[in-house]
C-alpha cells in the first residue's frame, strides 16, 4: 500500500511559480510511472506530466516548456516546478503512482490533491 502526500500548492500570481512536492510512503509495488494530474470542477481530471521509473517523462502540450517532473528517488519524493503560470493552470492537483501488478495489470495510487490559484 502505497501513501501519497503532496504539498507546495497555494495562491500564486500569473507568470509566477510554485513547486509541488509528492512523498510516497509505505510499502513500494512494483512501479511503471509517477504523475501530476489535476481537476478542476465538472471536468474529467486531465495529465499533467509523469515520470517513469527510468526516467522517460511525458508532459500534456498546455505545460510543455513551463512545467518540468523530476524524481529523488532516495527520498521517495516526486516534484513539479511549475513556471510561467497562467490562470487556465488553476486546479487541484493530484500525485499518482501508477504500479505494475502483473504483466497485463496496473492499479493508481492517488494522493488527496492539493489546490493550486493562479490568479490574473
Known amino acids: 500500500q502505497v501513501q501519497l502526500v503532496e504539498s507546495g500548492g497555494g495562491l500564486v500570481q500569473a507568470g509566477g511559480s510554485l513547486r509541488l512536492s509528492c512523498t510516497a510512503s509505505?510499502?513500494?509495488?512494483?512501479?511503471?510511472?509517477m504523475g501530476w494530474y489535476r481537476q478542476v470542477p465538472g471536468k474529467q481530471r486531465e495529465l499533467v506530466a509523469t515520470?517513469?521509473?527510468?526516467?522517460?517523462?511525458n508532459y500534456a502540450d498546455s505545460v510543455k516548456g513551463r512545467f518540468t517532473i523530476s524524481r529523488d528517488t532516495a527520498k521517495n519524493t516526486m516534484l513539479l516546478q511549475m513556471n510561467s503560470l497562467k490562470p487556465e493552470d488553476t486546479a487541484v492537483y493530484y500525485c499518482?503512482?501508477?504500479?505494475?501488478?502483473?504483466?497485463?495489470?496496473?492499479?493508481?495510487?492517488w494522493g488527496q490533491g492539493i489546490q493550486v490559484t493562479v490568479s490574473s
Open positions: 515520470i517513469t521509473s527510468s526516467g522517460d517523462t
Open positions: 499518482n503512482y501508477n504500479a505494475k501488478l502483473s504483466w497485463r495489470s496496473t492499479y493508481d495510487y
Open positions: 509505505g510499502r513500494f509495488p512494483s512501479l511503471n510511472a
